[in-house]
Nanobody, 119 residues
Framework: QVQLVESGGGLVQAGGSLRLSCAAS????????MGWYRQAPGKQRELVAA???????NYADSVMGRFTLSRVNAKNTVNLQMNSLKPDDTAVYYC?????????????WGQGTQVTVSS
């Protein structure tokens, strides 16, 4: 089994910063991709930032230059540093991890953490 623990959501004023963390644990053999997605009211879930096993990090155009994704392989963890936050960043942020466990491939989503940016 694979479990995800998300942390770091909250309320912040525009221009402020938040740091999201996601840690995967369990019967993990390898991780192929790990990162953060978000969903705002009236919008579909979208990629925020994710890193692949090949080392490529992808960012949404809307967060480029403001958000930074970092990976801590030893802890199966990714951190998302979010700076210069805007009200449009308000959404539920979901961690996603996919890879291989001891029994099968997997694709897991966290329960989501709310990020609210006030003007």
């Amino acid at each position: 089994q694979v479990q995800l623990v998300e942390s770091g959501g909250g309320l912040v004023q525009a221009g402020g910063s938040l740091r999201l963390s996601c840690a995967a644990s369990g019967t993990i053999v390898s991780i192929n991709a790990m990162g953060w997605y978000r969903q705002a009211p009236g919008k579909q879930r979208e990629l925020v930032a994710a890193v692949t096993s090949g080392g490529t990090t992808n960012y949404a155009d809307s967060v480029m230059g403001r958000f930074t994704l970092s990976r801590v392989n030893a802890k199966n963890t990714v951190n998302l540093q979010m700076n210069s936050l805007k009200p449009d960043d308000t959404a539920v942020y979901y961690c996603n991890v996919r890879g291989v466990s001891t029994s099968s491939g997997f694709d897991y989503w966290g329960q989501g953490t709310q990020v609210t940016v006030s003007s």
